[in-house]
């Protein structure tokens, strides 16, 4: 139980371009799903805390206008980059609380992503 | 600020020997913490947490020790595997599903 499936799993864009990324929470629902972006060797750094049916909630330092949230279903939850830039690319996780350990999240396989 | 950070950026033990991970805290009012195990290009995936009304707990082959007094949790790996090569991140939920992680150890199993 517990899963949490991302895609697409890899991607390769030109600079100018969006990106859609999709996380779905696979036998449960998500209330509150969350987006990281990791850099190599780094830690996971949160980007925003995705609440089904309201507007994601931000951490300092994220445009939200260039990462677009949409939190449409207790499933599904989509992080869009816009106009992604070299400096876009980077790992990119979302997480949701599940069944079991409250307060433990559960993990998507990541995203990579690649801005030419 | 609050910070949750680890001790040692890399760890290279023996296949079979135990292997321990670091963790320091600041926020003294911390009172939940989650590690979490991270292989190359996968998300992370939950090993087992402690509550700070513990300072103890074990799963299979891993324990987690948490130390309030110091604001220090380690896990501890039980006759390390050649699998178990991942890098390990301490978590800290106090805040709820606000997770803060800490800058996570790499350990390199050797054959």
């Known amino acids: 139980g517990a899963v949490v499936s991302q895609h697409p799993s890899r991607v390769i864009c030109k600079s100018g371009t969006s990106v859609k990324i999709e996380c779905r929470s696979l036998?449960?629902?998500?209330?509150?799903m969350f987006w990281y972006r990791q850099f190599p060797k780094q830690s996971l750094m949160l980007m925003a805390t995705?609440?089904?049916?309201?507007?994601?909630?931000?951490e300092q330092g994220v445009e939200k206008d260039k990462f677009l949230i949409n939190h449409a279903s207790l499933t599904l939850s989509t992080l869009t980059v816009t106009s992604a830039h070299p400096e876009d690319s980077s790992f990119y996780i979302c997480?949701?609380?599940?069944?079991?350990?409250?307060?433990?999240?559960?993990f998507g396989p990541g995203t990579r992503l690649l801005v030419l | 600020g609050e910070s949750v950070g680890l001790h040692l950026p890399t760890l290279s033990v023996q296949e079979g020997d135990n292997s321990i991970i670091n963790c320091a805290y600041s926020n003294s009012a911390s009172d939940y913490f989650i590690w979490y195990k991270q292989e190359s290009g996968k998300g992370p995936q939950f090993i087992i947490d402690i509550r700070s009304n513990m300072d103890k707990r074990q799963g299979q082959r891993v324990t987690v020790l948490l130390n309030k007094t110091v604001k220090h949790l380690s896990l501890q790996i039980a006759a390390t595997q050649p699998g178990d090569s991942a890098v390990y991140f301490c978590?800290?939920?106090?805040?709820?599903?606000?997770?803060?992680f800490g800058a996570g150890t790499r350990l390199f199993v050797k054959a």
């Open positions: 997480s949701a609380g599940g069944t079991g350990v409250p307060g433990a999240q559960y």
């Open positions: 978590a800290d939920l106090t805040g709820g599903f606000k997770t803060i």
């Open positions: 995705s609440n089904e049916g309201s507007k994601a909630t931000y």
């Open positions: 036998d449960f629902q998500a209330t509150t």
